[in-house]
């Protein structure tokens, strides 16, 4: 199974874009989902994680610089994972990778990735 990511450009810093992660095969929807970020030279870093099995409609966590700027959504019916972004900053430039993987412990195990998409904020 790949990930394809899109949605990736460049904006205004304020702006918004909405990135998209589709899998090229089958999924199945108990599997939890991620966004990952990365600048040349640096670590990767999670932006955002989509447990669908807690809660009635699924639980995130984000990474504390995207709290109330990002959002993470899951559309079952497409098999479209979504990373909606809004007020971006020059700090949110990088190469946007989608993960997807089972939960074990408590803790999502990211067993499948995207090749990524650029987003710069300029």
């Known amino acids: 199974v790949q990930l394809v990511e899109s949605g990736g450009g460049l904006v205004q810093e304020g702006g918004s874009l909405t990135l998209s992660c589709t899998p090229s095969g089958h999924i199945d929807s108990s599997y939890c989902m991620g966004w990952f970020r990365q600048v040349s030279g640096k670590r990767r870093e999670g932006v955002a994680i989509f447990y669908p099995g807690r809660g009635a409609t699924g639980a995130s966590t984000y990474e504390e610089s995207v709290k109330g700027r990002f959002t993470i959504s899951q559309d079952n019916a497409k098999a479209t994972v979504y990373l909606q972004m809004n007020d971006l900053q020059p700090e949110d430039t990088a190469i946007y990778s989608c993960?997807?993987?089972?939960?074990?412990?408590?803790?999502?195990?990211?067993?499948?990735w995207g090749q990524g998409t650029q987003v710069t904020v300029s």
């Open positions: 993960a997807a993987g089972v939960i074990l412990d408590s803790r999502c195990r990211f067993a499948y």
